[in-house]
């Protein structure tokens, strides 16, 4: 089962109660307070790590909290720290406070943590209450509460390059082609009920990930068929690969296909409208995909790169392409990244606002 959204309650372990005691040796008259802290309540955390690749975990399991402080002893003894809850989570997972909607992390790297319910602090024990007019004070702090709050969890798929295109078009049977993944293949639609990614090897120790979206169909983006479900994850891809099937049993033309996913990522997001694109034409293995493939690229006026995913021809040219494109727009983000500190660090050193 895959499962991109979960809500969760987590909460930090509360501080434990400092210690009212006195000193009682022997030969040592009014030895004075000594009660100890109490120890600090443990935090919770949530963890990206690559050994998870779903929400699922938590489809069951609701409440997340670290341990309580032990509270003080005397001879000035401090309580035990409750442990911290390490939470693991999927990489590409959005951590929202459910009661604001406030963003409180976007989780993308292995090993990158956010801590969600900070511990409480252990109250002070009476010794920290002494003074010159009160010996002998008789109270001590109780700890205080961990924070505690509601999450909602949101998985984006991390993806270098996305596939789309509508039911058939051949996309699982292309990501089997270039990678390891094996998603399931069907000469029927829908056979791709959850996103698959797959590692495309290339030669010079180049590698980049790719990843199998259920098929698009139109109105998706407004709730119809099992797209709408998906489409969030492509906004996390930095290309995409359209696959068209030039030669459809039935169904809408390749013109009309590709017109119809174009439709339906522009009414989904402008972000996903505007990222880079490959066209690709499926199944030139068939008989008549060569006239198909120049009408095709007459009427949308675009470059359109032919390929047979059962075959493999032009795949591994593909391939490539798609690996310099991933290039040019990890280049370009760290342009503009860049661009964007310099701007402010000259703001600074100007004294401009």
Not at 192 to 217: K, M, W
Request: glycine residues 12%.
């Amino acid at each position: 089962m895959f499962v991109d959204e979960a809500e969760i309650y987590v909460k930090g372990g509360d501080g434990g109660a400092g210690c009212v005691s006195f000193r009682r040796e022997k030969f040592i008259p009014r030895g004075g307070p000594d009660g100890g802290d109490g120890g600090d309540g443990g935090s919770v955390y949530l963890q990206a790590s690559t050994d998870v690749d779903t929400l699922m975990d938590f489809a069951g399991h609701h409440h997340w909290r670290a341990e309580n402080g032990r509270p003080g002893r005397g001879k000035n003894m401090t309580g035990r720290s409750g442990e911290d809850k390490i939470v693991r989570v999927p990489l590409g997972t959005l951590v929202y406070d459910k009661d604001t909607g406030l963003l409180l992390k976007d989780l993308t790297e292995d090993g990158q943590r956010v801590c969600v319910a900070a511990g409480g602090r252990g109250g002070r024990g009476n010794k920290h209450f002494a003074s010159s007019t009160q010996q002998t004070p008789r109270y001590a702090e109780p700890g205080q509460p961990g924070q505690e709050r509601t999450l909602k969890l949101e998985l984006k798929l991390i993806a270098d390059v996305g596939l789309v295109g509508l039911p058939n078009a051949g996309k699982s049977t292309l990501v089997a082609r270039v990678s390891s993944a094996r998603p399931k293949i069907a000469d029927y639609p829908f056979t791709t009920l959850n996103p698959v990614l797959g590692i495309v090897e290339l030669s010079r120790h180049r590698r980049f990930v790719i990843a199998d979206l259920p098929g698009i169909i139109e109105g998706a983006s407004k709730g119809a068929g099992l797209g709408d479900e998906f489409l969030k994850h492509i906004e996390r891809t930095r290309v995409l690969l359209h696959l068209i099937d030039i030669m459809p049993m039935e169904g809408p033309e390749p013109a009309e296909a590709y017109e119809i996913i174009r439709n339906e990522l522009t009414e989904y997001s402008d972000v996903l409208a505007n990222k880079p694109e490959i066209i690709v034409a499926n199944k030139m293995d068939l008989t008549g995909a060569e006239g198909r493939l120049e009408e095709f690229r007459e009427k949308i006026g675009k470059q359109v790169h032919p390929i047979s995913a059962v075959t493999g021809r032009g795949v591994a040219e593909l391939m490539e392409l798609a690996w310099q494109m991933v290039q040019e727009s990890k280049q370009l983000v760290e342009d503009v990244e860049e661009n964007i500190t310099e701007n402010l660090t000259e703001d600074i050193s100007t004294g401009e606002n």
